[in-house]
């Protein structure tokens, strides 16, 4: 996960039976209540099918504050949570 100035940046694995608008609004509540962020009301998904895609989509997550100025390589942006990991992104 990878918190930008204007946005959030998150690869998320869901299965079958779990809903990820439910999933995406629950998460947006509590840390609007723990945080006090006023969150936008929709968000846009993009589902990952395969390895090439999943690598091409975290490569761009990560490098996101670099793009924008903030960072000089990924590794030095102070605000992403967990680790980016293909395998896990495919995996689940």
Not at 20 to 25: A, H, I, Q, S
Not at 53 to 77: I, Q
């Amino acid at each position: 996960m990878i918190l930008m100035p204007d946005h959030l940046h998150a690869l998320i694995s869901v299965n079958g039976e779990t809903s990820l608008g439910n999933l995406v609004r629950n998460f947006k509540r509590i840390t609007a209540k723990m945080a006090e962020i006023r969150w936008q009301r929709n968000f846009f998904d993009h589902r990952i099918r395969a390895s090439e895609g999943a690598t091409k989509k975290a490569f761009y997550v990560s490098n996101n504050p670099v793009r924008a100025g903030l960072a000089s390589c990924a590794e030095d942006w102070p605000y992403q949570l967990g680790t980016l990991s293909i395998t896990n992104v495919i995996d689940q």
